[in-house]
């Protein structure tokens, strides 16, 4: 009997907190139905402020360019050339892609650098030179929201010798742009395939920037990459035209040695010193200037190993993509939440006058 009893009371007590819990959805229930007036006016005022809101809200355009980085080849054939080459100190390259292997080539779009230079670049749109700088503060109307000092700044000149005021406003929007605007990122991990997208309420300044900002990127790119094999191509270059001129002036002294005495007495080796002189200089000149020309051609070759780095797939095309907020949507969306949080709150204050109210004095 003492065993049976325990497990009747907790029957009793859980058919007791059932019963509770289907009273309390009762009267929730009931209560709701009673405030039906209040709950559909508000969900009514917010529908309205959601048609508003639609009807104000700008719509958002993106431009999207895509395009494959390429990395720097292993040099393949050129091994052979390689301690060839090294004497003249022509760099054929590595395959390691250096800073640029990876996602680093994403944070270099990020980068406040190219941002900045994106943003000063003049383009013609419609018609009309303007910097995308300009163009975003007036689509923006950015000076009216300055105060005065703020609002007459100006973006010419040599962009390293800005002053206070010109480089907070950049960093601002390069911020901006990093958190909101901009978007740099692979939808493939395993492919060397980017997407740069650029989300503006102005269609011609997201397609302008979207592709200012990668041509920008591209030249500092290559300009990088190239360099140490540019300047070796100049190096070897001055080279071999200044042996070159050595080369002509030492055959050129050759046929004026001859010509000083054309029927020389050949016992006599003295009369033949200078121009054979000068056939040496024409000898050595010719095999220093063979090899530069090698060297030279191998560093050609280099050269033309590293570019182009980024080759674009698609450029942004007008129409661009837009999202704006649907006055349909906009209007269920609203009321749907506005009705859900009057019910919330009601039932919120009902539940703390009812704590009160039997609260004991």
Not at 35 to 49: Q, R
Not at 67 to 94: H, I, M, P
Not at 102 to 122: C, H, P, Q, V, W
Request: charged share 25%.
């Amino acid at each position: 009997m003492n065993s049976g009893e325990p497990k009747n009371k907790v029957d009793n007590t859980d058919d007791i907190s059932v019963q509770d819990l289907i009273d309390k959805i009762k009267f929730v229930l009931v209560y709701v139905k009673s405030k039906w007036f209040l709950i559909l006016s508000v969900s009514l005022l917010g529908a309205l402020l959601g048609l508003v809101y639609s009807l104000y809200t700008k719509p958002a355009y993106t431009a999207v360019c895509t395009f494959v980085l390429e990395d720097a080849k292993s040099g393949g054939g050129l091994g052979q050339y390689a301690g060839l080459a090294s004497l003249a100190g022509v760099n054929l390259g590595d395959a390691g892609g250096g800073i640029f292997r990876g996602d680093n080539i994403l944070e270099l779009y990020k980068s406040r650098t190219m941002i900045e230079r994106a943003f000063l670049s003049e383009i013609d749109i419609n018609g009309k030179r303007e910097k995308l700088i300009e163009r975003y503060i007036d689509f923006n109307h950015l000076r009216k929201k300055w105060n005065d000092n703020k609002g007459n700044v100006e973006f010419n000149g040599d962009p390293d010798k800005f002053d206070r005021k010109q480089d907070s406003i950049i960093t601002d929007f390069v911020d901006l742009f990093n958190k909101k605007v901009l978007n740099v990122f692979k939808p493939d991990k395993k492919l060397n395939i980017i997407d740069v997208n650029v989300t503006s309420n102005d269609e011609l300044f997201a397609k302008a920037f979207t592709n200012k900002l990668v041509e920008t990127v591209n030249d500092f790119y290559i300009l990088t990459k190239t360099k140490k094999e540019y300047q070796n191509v100049q190096i070897l270059q001055h080279q071999a035209d200044s042996v070159k001129l050595m080369l002509n002036s030492s055959i050129h002294g050759v046929a004026s040695a001859i010509d000083a005495d054309p029927n020389a007495n050949p016992l006599m080796s003295t009369l033949r010193e200078t121009s054979q002189k000068r056939q040496v200089d024409v000898q050595a000149n010719e095999a220093i200037y063979s090899e530069i020309v090698k060297n030279l051609e191998l560093a050609k070759i280099s050269l033309r190993q590293e570019m182009p780095l980024i080759q674009v797939i698609d450029k942004p095309v007008l129409p661009l993509a837009v999202k704006k907020a649907g006055k349909l949507s906009s209007i269920v969306i609203w009321g749907l939440l506005s009705g859900v949080l009057a019910i919330v709150i009601l039932l919120f204050r009902k539940a703390i006058v009812s704590s009160l109210s039997t609260r004991p004095l």
